[in-house]
């Protein structure tokens, strides 16, 4: 089992840019036992303590550092080379879901070297992917997929929740990891936003086509928006890739356009329903069949309200699975799986 340390510098208390911390502590299957940020020493996330650096962080007996950041871009500022060489040095394995691959590093590659320890590039794609086969279409399981109204706003944390619940009711649920958090916390996938666009499509059809090597019924973790100015491609050829039976769709409560882009709103959530099925490969019809609402930003009232308040405009099943937990939407979701779906 590793024992993580998170590099977090800067962000250790930010929901947004620090959910590969976050999300690892929470659902990963390896501790996370200390995070360094020199920001915050003394601090505490979910329970784990904040330490000013890699030399206080060794107390902890840590064997892995965790690049725990998902900065816009997805490269490092130059300020955490001392981070990085200070945890290689400390002779830690190395692991970053950063699109600047770190084992590329000729001085970072030499350090990990001379310490004999590994540099893991979360976010380095197969060198063997290709267009679908049309797999994605005759795999015997039930694939569901997130999708959502803008990026980081919990459809990672939406397919994990449901997963987990699913699993303790005895169904042999699995996540399908997408992205370098859900590797992370997986131990296995292809993070999607790193394949050439013209094989996205087809990375995608692995990872369903190995889940279904693994379980019955595939929580697929959506990436980006189809709103999304920057990033609808992604979220396009992971739709079509996995080619989904049914979707659940995550919006965050509050939000009216897209973040930092204040010329894109965000549709009304019947919309964005009708949007999304309409958007599905005609040989794989998909439909929405619950609303995952994240309402971290409200009180516990002002979630209830916007939840029955969802419910009401759409007519379909909504909760918070995060905050309350998924039992509300599991209840609504797997008698409609269990009563037979067109897998042609």
Partial sequence: MKRYLVLAEGYSADPHYGKTARGVMRYGADPVVVVVDSERPGAEVDGVPVVRGVAEALAYQPTTALVGVATAGGRLP??????????????LDLESGMHQFLGDDPELAALAYERGVEIRDLRRAPPDLNVPTGENLRHGATVLLTVGSDCAIGKMSVALELDRGARERGVQSVFVPTGQTGIAIAGWGIAVDAVVADFIAGASERLVVEGARRGDLLWVEGQGSVIHPHYSGVTLGLYHGSAPHFL????????VHIEDHPEHPIPSLSDLIELHERLALPARPASVVGLALNTRRVDEEAAKEAIAAAKEETGLPADDPVRFGPGALLDAILPRLNSGINKA
Avoid: I, T
């Fill in 78 to 91: 130059q300020s955490w080379r001392a981070l990085l060489r200070g945890a290689l040095e400390a002779g």
């Fill in 248 to 255: 659940v769709l995550c919006h965050q409560v509050g939000d």
